[in-house]
Nanobody, 126 residues
Framework: QVQLVESGGGLVQAGGSLRLSCAASERTFNNYAMGWFRQPPGKERELVTA???????YYADSVKGRFTISRDNAKNTLYLQMNSLKPEDTAVYYC????????????????????WGQGTQVTVSS
């Protein structure tokens, strides 16, 4: 499977912004559907947003209008721009990948993904 490394997490005040990156060590990154998940303290891992290799996107209601997922296939990198951050956004954020040759498909459940990063901590203070 493709190896994934998240970066960009940190401590930010409520209302602030943060940009996460997920670097993929795979030249065929263009053929992977990608997703961002998060796991708040004491909670189960949940989907934040997903993107197909062709750019179709899905957002959880809790982040819609505040977060933006994007990808740069030339750099084999996935991004998550997070604006208007809230304390409830505090979590470990993970990127995930699944190879697919259908450019329109994305996955909003965890089980289809077969590659995961180690996670990056995002803490939003109030």
């Amino acid at each position: 499977q493709v190896q994934l490394v998240e970066s960009g997490g940190g401590l930010v005040q409520a209302g602030g912004s943060l940009r996460l990156s997920c670097a993929a060590s795979e030249r065929t990154f263009n053929n992977y559907a990608m997703g961002w998940f998060r796991q708040p303290p004491g909670k189960e891992r949940e989907l934040v947003t997903a993107i197909s290799s062709g750019g179709n996107t899905y957002y959880a209601d809790s982040v819609k209008g505040r977060f933006t997922i994007s990808r740069d296939n030339a750099k084999n990198t996935l991004y998550l721009q997070m604006n208007s951050l809230k304390p409830e956004d505090t979590a470990v954020y993970y990127c995930a990948a699944r190879r697919t040759y259908d450019s329109s498909v994305y996955y909003y459940a965890a089980y289809p993904y077969n590659s995961w990063g180690q996670g990056t901590q995002v803490t939003v203070s109030s």
